[in-house]
């Protein structure tokens, strides 16, 4: 299953069943998309004339095939020009004749015929992740100040969404969903947008 071509910095696949050969039997499962758990907490306080909510969101135990990691790792040469962009750090890092990386494999040529950029283990990253889903913080004017503005009420709050996240997860954002809505790709991260952080100002006056 080696191809012929291998050569010094590429990708080595471990022989998992231990027959000295490197084939299709060594395919081993490298975990599950899905969560062991996942779920969430509110909590809503006020203390004063002020409020607020607090809203946790997570997962825990999935794994996902960093697939776009994959495409950054994929270093095209033809002559002396790459034909693709890729990451910086594997730019920089990537295995040559006098930088042996562990991490990164070689840049490969158009000629090239290898598994440097097969799925494996290299790209399947924890998932697990804790998110601030929803953050609110809202002061309510005392009556004896709303009277005198002749207001029987006045609240002004600040809202946060998605404010932070956190992840060992390397790719844009952990909470990829099924992609398409195809559950073949349900663990595999293949670009999708990460979620927008939102902040919102509001004065409610009655």
Request: proline residues 4%; hydrophobic residues 30%.
């Amino acid at each position: 299953y080696y191809r012929a071509a291998t050569r010094p910095g590429d990708r080595y696949f471990a022989d998992i069943d231990g027959d000295g050969v490197v084939n299709a039997n060594d395919r081993t499962s490298l975990g599950s998309p899905q969560p062991k758990f996942f779920g969430g907490l509110n909590f809503d306080g006020t203390y004063r004339a002020w409020d607020f909510n607090i809203f946790f969101y997570g997962s825990y135990g999935n794994k996902i095939l960093n697939y776009t990691e994959s495409n950054l790792q994929s270093f095209q040469k033809r002559g002396s020009e790459g034909v693709q962009n890729v990451s910086l750090d594997y730019f920089n890092n990537r295995w040559t004749s006098s930088n042996a990386s562990n991490t990164y494999s070689r840049a490969l040529h158009n000629d090239d015929n290898t598994l440097n950029n097969v799925p494996s283990s290299h790209w399947v990253e924890d998932g697990s992740y804790l998110r601030l889903k929803n953050l609110t913080i809202g002061y309510t004017l005392p009556s004896s100040v709303s009277n005198r503005l002749m207001l029987s009420r006045a609240r002004v709050y600040i809202s946060s969404q998605n404010l932070f996240t956190i992840t060992k997860y390397s790719g844009l954002d952990p909470e990829i969903g099924i992609q398409n809505g195809n559950p073949i790709f349900n663990g595999v991260d293949n670009g999708v947008y990460p979620l927008s952080r939102f902040f919102t100002f509001d004065l409610t006056v009655t």
